[in-house]
């Protein structure tokens, strides 16, 4: 088979090659290392990496058109500055658009997508969210550019007319995640920087959990729409952070500070994963401790020179 993975060298990308390469399937990867690494991938007869940005309208179809992908799936997505907007839209939005048009041109067969939680807005109406929620109920916007151009993007790949599934996810953690509170709960825990947690809670999922769905919908499962990857459970930020240290055998002299939310911060996004645990026979495998401990190590061996955030007022010093 042959797939195109854009972000193919990121935290839900690179993996997704792996298993693809694994089985002797062609990928190319379009990435341009703002947040993917390039250690992230090894060499491979198979693989063929092009580092651009899929903005580049231009480019995108000269790929399309050399490799005539069967598959698309898009994990690229700008978010490392909250505050720049314009390349929020540029990459998530226009790159969308042109990976749709230049999908279309070639023939592909399916579009696998994935969206952000925050799509629903800070303010959901339900818990756990269904997927007949609407965009950012009662106009909060998810909080960021991130949110809001992730959701231009999903739009424009529905408008496509290409079968395509859109995988609206819990939090992903794992091996070679830099942004989210774990990466910067161990960035700050082994620099000997005071740590504090917020008084919310959310869902984790397992990068590998995660991708047994995606490999299934690139062999045709699952129908065209909208699915939750999602444990069905929420977890409290600070449940998180206990994990972490456990998984370092750190012992803080004072228990962690615990700060309350922002008045638009939500106490808790938890989806619904009742779809595509019928569509998709699946399940969460990975406990959040074993999950935990899974990534520690990885940061122990690769290390951590950067943690990204989407959104806005996060510090980090």
Not at 181 to 202: A, H
Not at 286 to 303: A, D, F, M, P, S
């Amino acid at each position: 088979m042959r797939v195109l993975v854009t972000g193919g060298a990121g935290h839900i990308g690179s993996h997704i090659v792996e298993r693809l390469l694994a089985r002797n399937d062609e990928v190319v990867v379009i990435d341009n290392y703002q947040t993917g690494r390039r250690d992230n991938l090894k060499e491979h007869e198979n693989l063929k990496i092009v580092e651009d940005t899929i903005a580049n309208t231009q480019k995108v179809f000269e790929i399309f058109e050399d490799f005539q992908p069967e598959i698309l799936v898009h994990a690229a997505a700008s978010y490392k500055d909250p505050e720049n907007w314009i390349e929020d839209a540029t990459t998530n939005v226009v790159g969308a658009a042109n990976l749709v048009k230049a999908a279309k041109k070639v023939g592909v067969k399916r579009i696998i997508y994935f969206q952000t939680a925050l799509c629903y807005g800070l303010k959901p109406n339900e818990q756990p969210i269904t997927l007949k929620h609407p965009y950012f109920s009662g106009g909060y916007s998810g909080g960021s550019s991130y949110a809001i151009s992730k959701t231009g993007g999903e739009l424009y790949i529905e408008l496509s007319g290409i079968e395509f599934l859109s995988f609206r996810l819990a939090n992903s953690y794992g091996p070679r995640n830099l942004s989210g509170p774990l990466p910067t709960f161990y960035s700050r825990l082994t620099s000997g920087k005071e740590c504090f947690v917020m008084d919310t809670r959310r869902d984790f999922v397992f990068v590998d959990d995660i991708v047994n769905v995606v490999m299934k919908a690139i062999d045709g499962m699952g129908s065209c729409g909208y699915y939750h990857i999602s444990s069905g459970k929420d977890y409290a930020i600070k449940e998180l952070f206990d994990a972490t240290l456990k998984a370092l055998d750190i012992t803080l002299e004072k228990p962690v500070a615990v700060r309350e939310r922002g008045a638009d911060d939500a106490y808790t996004i938890l989806l619904d994963p009742t779809k595509v645990r019928k569509d998709f026979e699946w399940d969460v495998e990975t406990t959040l401790e074993e999950g935990i401990r899974k990534t520690i190590e990885w940061y122990q061996i690769h290390g951590i020179s950067q943690t990204y955030t989407h959104l806005k007022g996060e510090s980090k010093e």
